[in-house]
């Protein structure tokens, strides 16, 4: 039989990959497809058309970089949780995008994006609506699709939050049933005050760019009002002292903080929802807060227990990121850096702060989103070139800053409690203490994530 690899390898040279050949297809693939799109044009584009198409593959390539950050979160949150609980927190942050899809696109895109009044968009539910039934413009900027893509990818992150404040405790399906609530109904409702054009907080002037507050401290608050409900893992406070609880895999933890990390960089610079030149700035401010988070975090650390302590260098880099997340568009580099330290040495206090009040929560979820939410919210009054008070702005961006965390705060904190206090007394949130102690990897879904792999027996606390 005639030897057609070696002749190839001839032809080619000794260098050739046979990895190379799987480029052809897809070469001819977008060759003919460029030649049929050409072919298909009566006119030649112009620059508008062609910023438009900027404009959408911009935002779709954004919104696959937040939706990877659910890998991140179940990276992170699995690492600082213990081992019988790795399946249960993997799957619910697998699940729960799925289910904020289907929210989201049923009714939440319609609450978020339709005409709103001010307070609520009804109108082009399960994505039925035109471009103008979602404040978008025919044929010029972002198509329907992707719109909705990038948003319900926000909404995904806003219940991915919650979940790491209830973990090692909470029902499966539960936790399920919270997060369709809130992606859903909660979520969108209050994020159209500011992020729909007839908002009643953006028209006040109300500015959170990416969602500090929207999106953070929101998920924030849900997630305090479920660590409140369901009170403290078993062992975590015991005769008057707060005993730590490691997590069994730091190693996952500090990748998923990196993922994060990355996929900020389409959470921030996305939300300028255009391929323009302030994309490149608002990814450098972000880069810039989250070092500072990180450095601030480590040292305040250092300074307390006299090591430097890896957890609190995950959570620094992330106070530093949700700081910087209102205000990324309009800061100084210098302002970012500031915003990023001040974040990273509040995260650290805060951790303390909740335990002080035995609210446990297991990857310091409330320290990052809620804390950093609002802090960096404020800032955005103080920080902004234009309108703050440390640029001359007054204290008028200040007051309306002040005025949007307050309103989120109660909103959510009612809303959220309404759903926590009615599934707790029909469900039952909080798995039994036999469950809890045996893990929920065994209890909840029947299989272990280190199958074969020796099992940790020092669990803290026991069964009463």
Same mark, same amino acid.
């Given at each position: ?9 001839? +032809? ?17 693939? &977008? ?45 992170? %949150? ?15 942050? =697998?699940?729960?995008? #799925? ?12 609450? =978020? ?22 404040? =978008?413009? %025919? ?7 992707? +719109? ?61 760019? #990416? ?25 975590? /406070? ?94 100084? /580099?210098?302002? #970012? ?25 297991? &990857? ?69 203490? %036999? ?27 026991? &069964?009463?």
């Amino acid at each position: 039989m005639p030897d057609f690899s070696g002749a190839i390898q001839n +032809f080619f040279g000794k260098g050739f990959s046979w990895g190379w050949l799987a480029c052809v297809p897809l070469a001819i693939v &977008v060759v003919l497809g460029w030649g049929l799109a050409a072919h298909a044009q009566d006119e030649p584009l112009t620059a508008e058309d062609v910023q438009t198409v900027l404009d959408n593959i911009w935002i779709l390539v954004a919104a696959i970089l937040v939706i990877f950050m659910n890998a991140g979160f179940g990276m992170l %949150e699995t690492g600082f949780c213990r081992q019988k609980n790795a399946v249960n927190i993997l799957a619910k942050n =697998l699940i729960v995008f #799925a289910l904020a899809t289907l929210a989201f696109w049923a009714i939440g895109f319609s609450f =978020l994006a339709a005409p709103s009044g001010g307070w609520i968009g009804l109108g082009g539910f399960f994505l039925s609506g035109t471009p103008e039934t979602y404040a =978008l413009e %025919e044929g010029v900027g972002l198509t329907v699709p992707v +719109f909705f893509l990038f948003q319900a990818a926000f909404a995904g992150t806003a219940a991915t939050i919650v979940s790491g404040a209830v973990a090692e405790r909470i029902k499966f399906m539960d936790f399920l049933i919270f997060s369709l609530l809130l992606t859903g109904i909660a979520y969108p409702i209050s994020a159209s005050w500011t992020w729909n054009g007839d908002g009643w907080l953006g028209a006040l002037g109300f500015s959170d760019f #990416a969602g500090s507050t929207i999106v953070h401290s929101v998920g924030g608050w849900a997630a305090l009002m479920g660590a409140a409900f369901l009170g403290p893992r078993i062992g975590k /406070y015991q005769d008057g002292q707060v005993n730590a609880i490691p997590g069994h895999n730091m190693s996952i933890a500090m990748l998923g903080c990196l993922i994060l990390w990355i996929g900020w960089f389409g959470f921030n610079p996305g939300s300028e929802l255009a391929a323009s030149t302030a994309v490149p700035y608002i990814a450098v401010t972000t880069n810039l807060a989250a070092a500072g988070g990180a450095v601030a975090a480590t040292a305040t650390a250092w300074v307390l227990s006299g090591k430097p302590d890896l957890s609190m260098i995950i959570n620094g880099v992330l106070a530093g990121l949700v700081a910087i997340t209102a205000g990324c568009d309009g800061v100084s /580099y210098l302002g #970012a850096v500031v915003i990023g330290l001040i974040g990273g040495v509040l995260v650290v206090f805060a951790v303390g702060f909740f335990d002080s009040i035995k609210i446990d929560d297991p &990857v310091g979820a409330i320290s990052v989103h809620l804390v950093n939410g609002i802090w960096g919210t404020l800032a955005v009054g103080l920080f902004n070139m234009e309108s703050g008070l440390f640029y001359g702005g007054g204290f008028g961006q200040l007051g309306v800053q002040i005025l949007g965390i307050l309103s989120y705060g109660l909103f959510t904190v009612v809303m959220s409690s309404i759903f926590w206090i009615v599934l707790k007394s029909t469900l039952g949130i909080r798995v039994t203490p %036999e469950e809890e102690m045996k893990g929920l990897d065994i209890a909840e879904h029947g299989m272990e994530a280190y199958s074969g792999f020796l099992k940790d027996a020092s669990d803290m606390g026991s &069964v009463s």
